[in-house]
């Protein structure tokens, strides 16, 4: 997400920093520069126009012109603006009893399994949800949420088949749901290809019965344009208190993320960074700022590894490190903690002055390859590398549907790996960080 909009704002600031001086002239050709890269990235066009008006009042101030360096302090002026036009801070959700979160959208958006992802995390921070399906239009959805719910060990309440009176359905449910040694409840309700009446009274009457303390909007951030249109009715109708945006990974432009916060006036809660149910955080607005200027993200990088790396794991790496035995088993066990944390291209992302850099790239299909090759080894040849000769070499190569030069090039840059790991004490002070992380 952002990658457009991120990589040509950061072009734009590094050229205006390269200013020993700055005049307004610069200023309002960088800010013409920026109004485009926005409009570009599908922000919606007043929007834009607010968000550059705000920023040229504060980068023409005399403490900007005069600065020692200029450049630097129009950059900290666009980053604390786009964090406002993010949200400001972080917006948790209101989880005082009765703790009822309605889940609203169009159908494809994601509401089902955002549902579910929210289930899931709520767990992970102690608390004891419940999924009620109230989609009692589409089948299809409540076996989708009964599905999901079990995958993340999550009670769900299915209504009748022959149920059709939605407030009816939510009566019997919150019955069901006090049985339960629960302290959320999180209904997942009916959708429309596009927003109708019956639609709107439906999740009304829905929202007046239940009084829940959040009504989030799931938003299909790929939709751009259309789901702020779509934003800008649920929330006219039924004063939503929040946003999830879905699809985050499959939208290089963002300008949905941009226009949703400043027109609806309500918070982005939650964002949706892929298909599996661990890939949902929240939506932490100046973090995100950093890393589409470019800043990084190193609490959310922090966080992200702490969450992915195990304890135990990471210092038996390290104890295999100090001894300068690191074999294949020990390669292998880091790539899957490595691909715990999340696609790489994101991890890279957070990492400052990266998420640009000329020529850097991550090929998941290249690791794809690299894992194959690992996994046609046997257990013998992951624990013994040296005796990997030519005729192994050659059935290692068979094995994974990759080339013998494939294979040698990967054994090469192993044992250079090795070497280095004997020669300096970087990587083992590293993993020795990493085994503390959590501590």
């Known amino acids: 997400m952002f990658s457009q909009l991120g990589d040509k704002l950061q072009d734009i600031f590094k050229d205006l920093r390269g200013h020993g001086t700055i005049s307004e002239a610069n200023i309002n050709e960088a800010l013409r520069q920026v109004r485009l890269a926005l409009l570009e990235a599908d922000v919606d066009f007043q929007v834009?126009?607010?968000?550059?008006?705000?920023?040229?009042?504060?980068?023409?101030?005399?403490?900007?012109?005069?600065s020692v360096t200029?450049?630097?302090?129009?950059?900290?002026?666009?980053?604390?603006?786009?964090?406002?036009?993010?949200?400001?801070?972080?917006?948790?959700?209101?989880?005082?009893?009765?703790?009822?979160?309605?889940?609203?959208?169009?159908?494809?958006?994601?509401?089902?399994?955002?549902?579910?992802?929210?289930?899931?995390?709520?767990k992970k921070q102690g608390r004891t949800p419940v999924l009620i399906a109230c989609d009692l239009q589409r089948p299809a959805a409540i076996e989708q949420l009964a599905t999901l719910g079990s995958q993340v060990d999550v009670p769900v309440y299915t209504p009748a088949p022959e149920e059709k009176d939605v407030v009816r359905s939510a009566k019997a449910s919150i019955t069901w749901a006090q049985a339960q040694t629960q302290n959320v409840e999180i209904f997942d309700t009916a959708g429309r290809q596009e927003i109708d009446e019956p639609l709107v009274q439906e999740l009304k009457r829905l929202r007046d019965f239940l009084q829940p303390q959040e009504i989030l909007l799931v938003a299909d951030a790929?939709?751009?344009?259309?789901?702020?249109?779509?934003?800008?009715?649920?929330?006219?109708?039924?004063?939503?208190?929040?946003?999830?945006?879905?699809?985050?990974?499959?939208?290089?432009?963002?300008?949905?993320?941009?226009?949703?916060?400043?027109?609806?006036?309500?918070?982005?809660?939650?964002?949706?960074?892929?298909?599996?149910?661990?890939?949902?955080?929240?939506?932490?607005?100046?973090?995100?700022a950093g890393r589409i200027l470019g800043m990084g993200d190193i609490v959310g990088l922090v966080e992200?590894?702490?969450?992915?790396?195990?304890?135990?794991?990471?210092?038996?790496?390290?104890?295999?490190?100090?001894?300068?035995?690191?074999?294949?088993?020990?390669?292998?066990?880091?790539?899957?903690?490595?691909?715990?944390?999340?696609?790489?291209?994101?991890?890279?992302?957070?990492?400052?002055?990266?998420?640009?850099?000329?020529?850097?790239?991550?090929?998941?299909?290249?690791?794809?390859?690299?894992?194959?090759?690992?996994?046609?080894?046997?257990?013998q040849e992951r624990s013994k590398p040296d005796i990997l000769n030519a005729r192994r070499r050659q059935r290692i190569a068979r094995g994974?549907?990759?080339?013998?030069?494939?294979?040698?090039?990967?054994?090469?840059?192993?044992?250079?790996?090795?070497?280095?790991?004997?020669?300096?004490?970087?990587?083992?002070?590293?993993?020795?960080?990493?085994?503390?992380?959590?501590?």
Do not use: C
Request: proline fraction near 4%; hydrophobic fraction near 40%; charge should be positive.
């Open 48 to 66: 834009a126009k607010k968000f550059i008006a705000r920023v040229r009042d504060k980068a023409l101030g005399e403490e900007v012109l005069r």
């Open 400 to 439: 994974s549907g990759r080339t013998v030069t494939e294979v040698n090039d990967l054994l090469q840059r192993f044992n250079q790996m090795r070497k280095m790991m004997k020669s300096t004490g970087k990587m083992k002070r590293m993993m020795a960080r990493m085994s503390r992380i959590r501590s």
């Open 70 to 122: 200029p450049g630097q302090q129009i950059v900290k002026i666009f980053h604390d603006e786009l964090t406002a036009l993010l949200g400001g801070d972080a917006a948790p959700l209101n989880l005082q009893k009765p703790a009822r979160i309605l889940m609203v959208g169009l159908n494809g958006a994601g509401k089902t399994t955002s549902s579910a992802k929210l289930a899931r995390y709520l």
């Open 304 to 379: 992200k590894a702490a969450e992915a790396v195990d304890e135990e794991e990471a210092a038996r790496l390290e104890k295999k490190l100090r001894s300068a035995s690191f074999d294949f088993n020990d390669f292998l066990a880091q790539f899957k903690m490595m691909r715990r944390m999340g696609p790489l291209e994101n991890i890279i992302g957070m990492l400052p002055g990266m998420s640009n850099v000329p020529g850097l790239s991550i090929d998941e299909k290249q690791l794809r390859r690299v894992e194959a090759i690992v996994l046609s080894m046997t257990s």
């Open 222 to 288: 790929a939709t751009g344009q259309q789901a702020v249109s779509v934003a800008t009715h649920f929330n006219d109708a039924l004063q939503i208190t929040g946003i999830i945006l879905t699809k985050l990974d499959g939208d290089a432009r963002g300008g949905a993320a941009l226009s949703m916060r400043e027109v609806t006036e309500r918070p982005i809660k939650f964002g949706g960074t892929g298909e599996k149910l661990d890939q949902f955080e929240p939506f932490v607005p100046d973090r995100l």
